[in-house]
């Protein structure tokens, strides 16, 4: 993770690099560290009162006296970085690198051009030619139809690529983060994020944020061991974050974002569902009411009532009426079930490490690659 973070980096030459990092103490809603292995390191800027820098500079003050020279680091205090870095951008600083050269900056303005640079328009614009995401756009740009990819439910050989919404494009009509179809930035900016889509091409950072020790007595508390474990249901508590819900000119609605459709989904009594059953050694593909599924399987809602929606428009009393909002539960009741589920709110999820703790299984669904992603091992 580290290395594809700043690889691209190394197409800038060093005085650009350096300019870039100077400009970065001008963009709002950041801070600034400088670490010093011969003097006193720093904290400063907009958002060096934030809880979320001043945890990061704890972390890493103590290896100031082990740097050859004063560096500085810009961190955002957004929960997401949500800049992405076009594939035409990407190969270029590639090659670049490959040859032994650095990108000008005349070829870089060329690629950072937002609009009108590709054939393509809106988030795809930064996909690969002639991946999935790229012949979406292409066919919504010529008026053609867009091919739906069959439905069926399959395991998961590597996390990492259902990220990736150019060869997984129906993540943009189902995730909350990518419901606003425009050309997002596209500059190699040297910024440190707290979480980030897997095409930001900035540098993912440790959130520090509710972390506990496990240790501890109140970290103890939420744990419990397997066979104290009493409720066999998936749990999920959360409010509605996840995406800004309006009435859109696209068609786009509130109930297709991640969060309300899981809370809908899992309060549904209409209706039939296929589920795997096993029977006997075999496992065999049967219809279900699912209303007695999700009796039977689920205790998953929202809870504190609609949030980040536009009252003017009618949305907040379409989400207060079609959702069932449920009782908060405190994390020492939810690790009495055996399974817990950790999805997306505006950024990366600050309780997945506490569901780890908990001793339940966690399911996870996520589009945003974690500091610590590649180091988790399924199953363990």
Request: charged letters at 30%.
């Amino acid at each position: 993770q580290i290395n594809r973070d700043i690889e691209l980096y190394f197409a800038l030459s060093p005085d650009l690099l350096r300019k870039r990092v100077n400009l970065l103490k001008e963009t709002p809603h950041t801070s600034q560290i400088t670490l010093s292995p011969t003097g006193s390191s720093s904290l400063y800027g907009e958002r060096a009162h934030s809880a979320r820098a001043r945890l990061l500079f704890q972390l890493i003050e103590p290896i100031a006296q082990f740097l050859p020279g004063d560096i500085t680091l810009s961190l955002s205090d957004h929960d997401l970085g949500s800049w992405l870095l076009g594939d035409d951008q990407k190969q270029a600083a590639l090659d670049a690198i490959r040859d032994g050269r650095y990108l000008t900056e005349e070829e870089l303005k060329a690629y950072e051009k937002r609009e009108g640079r590709l054939p393509v328009k809106g988030l795809v614009s930064a996909c690969p030619p002639g991946s999935p995401g790229w012949q979406r756009g292409v066919a919504k740009r010529d008026g053609l139809q867009v091919e739906e990819p069959p439905k069926e439910t399959t395991f998961i050989y590597d996390p990492d690529l259902t990220y990736d919404y150019c060869y997984n494009p129906e993540l943009l009509d189902i995730h909350g983060a990518l419901s606003w179809d425009f050309a997002r930035e596209t500059t190699l900016r040297p910024i440190f994020q707290l979480s980030k889509f897997a095409r930001n091409p900035e540098f993912l950072t440790t959130p520090l944020e509710a972390y506990e020790n496990f240790t501890s007595p109140a970290a103890q508390k939420k744990y419990a061991p397997w066979d104290e474990k009493t409720i066999g249901k998936l749990f999920w508590r959360g409010s509605s974050t996840g995406d800004s819900y309006s009435k859109r000119p696209d068609g786009h609605t509130w109930r297709q974002s991640h969060r309300p459709r899981l809370a809908l989904k899992t309060q549904a009594t209409e209706g039939e569902d296929d589920v795997w059953v096993q029977r006997g050694k075999m496992w065999e593909k049967e219809t279900w009411s699912v209303a007695r599924l999700n009796e039977a399987y689920m205790d998953v809602g929202l809870t504190g009532g609609p949030h980040q929606c536009k009252k003017e428009d009618g949305t907040c009393d379409e989400m207060e009426q079609e959702i069932i909002f449920k009782d908060r539960v405190a994390p020492e009741d939810s690790a009495k079930y055996k399974y817990v589920f950790d999805i997306d709110g505006n950024g990366w999820s600050s309780r997945f490490h506490r569901l780890i703790m908990s001793g339940s299984v966690v399911l996870k669904a996520t589009i945003y690659p974690e500091w610590v992603s590649e180091w988790l091992t399924p199953w363990v």
